[in-house]
C-alpha cells in the first residue's frame, strides 16, 4: 500500500502529557499537510511542508504545538501539554505541490 | 464569512435519484476545487477535483463550477446506500498554499 500512513491511530492521554504522532507521505509527494477535525467540522489546517521547509503555520495554533520534517520524507507533529480541547482527528495529508491532497487514516486523540 | 460554505444537511434522497450538493466560496481568485467523501469515523477521500468552468464527470459524479458565482456543486447520479456519507468541499486559494474546507453535507440515501 502506497497511501499515506499515520500512526498511532488512537491516543489517550492524561492531561499535561505530551504526544507526538507520525505521518509517512506518498512517497513522490513533496508537500505535507496536517489537519485537525472536531465533530461536524471541515478539517482545520495546522501547518505545511514543502520537502524539509515548513512553510505556513495556522495563525491559531497554540505555541504548544510543533512540527517537523527532518529529511523532507515522514513528518511529527507534537502536542505539549495537552488540553481536554486538543482531542479531536488529526489527519495528514500529502501532495505534489498545489495538486489534489490525500489523506492517511488519522490519528484519534483523546484527553482525559 | 467563511472562507467556504456548504449547507449541513441532512440531505436525503432515495435510491436511484441524483443528489446535488452545493458549495460557495469567498476568495474569488481560487483557482482549484474538489469534492471529499468522509464515512464516520474515516478520512476524507478524494472524489473529484476541478479546475475550469464547467462540468467535469467521472463515473456516477459530475463536479460543475461557476467561477463568475463563485460555487461548485457535485451531483451523484444513481444514488446508492453506500454514497451515504458526509462530503467535504475544499478550495485552494488564490495563493495555492492551504485548503480551505467546509463543514461538509450529510447525505443518506434511502433504500
Known amino acids: 500500500d502506497t497511501g499515506v500512513s499515520q500512526n498511532p491511530r488512537h491516543k489517550i492521554t492524561k492531561r499535561g502529557q505530551n504526544v507526538t504522532f507520525r505521518c509517512d507521505p506518498i512517497?513522490?509527494?513533496?508537500?505535507l499537510y496536517w489537519y485537525r477535525q472536531t465533530l461536524g467540522q471541515g478539517p482545520e489546517f495546522l501547518t505545511y511542508?514543502?520537502?524539509?521547509?515548513?512553510?505556513?503555520k495556522s495563525r491559531l495554533l497554540s505555541d504548544r504545538f510543533s512540527a517537523e520534517r527532518p529529511k523532507g520524507s515522514f513528518s511529527t507533529l507534537e502536542i505539549q501539554r495537552t488540553e481536554q480541547g486538543d482531542s479531536a482527528m488529526y489527519l495528514c495529508a500529502s501532495s505534489f505541490l498545489a495538486s489534489e491532497q490525500y489523506f492517511g487514516p488519522g490519528t484519534r486523540l483523546t484527553v482525559t | 464569512q467563511k472562507e467556504v460554505e456548504q449547507n449541513s444537511g441532512p440531505l436525503s434522497v432515495p435510491e436511484g435519484a441524483i443528489a446535488s450538493l452545493n458549495c460557495t466560496y469567498s476568495d474569488r481568485g481560487s483557482q482549484s476545487f474538489f469534492w471529499y467523501r468522509q464515512y464516520s469515523g474515516k478520512s476524507p477521500e478524494l472524489i473529484m477535483f476541478?479546475?475550469?468552468?464547467g462540468d467535469k464527470e467521472d463515473g456516477r459524479f459530475t463536479a460543475q463550477l461557476n467561477k463568475a458565482s463563485q460555487y461548485v456543486s457535485l451531483l451523484i447520479r444513481d444514488s446508492q446506500p453506500s454514497d451515504s456519507a458526509t462530503y467535504l468541499c475544499a478550495v485552494n486559494m488564490d495563493t495555492g498554499n492551504q485548503f480551505y474546507f467546509g463543514t461538509g453535507t450529510s447525505l443518506t440515501v434511502i433504500p
Open positions: 512517497s513522490e509527494h513533496n508537500r
Open positions: 476541478i479546475y475550469s468552468n
Open positions: 511542508f514543502q520537502n524539509e521547509a515548513q512553510l505556513e
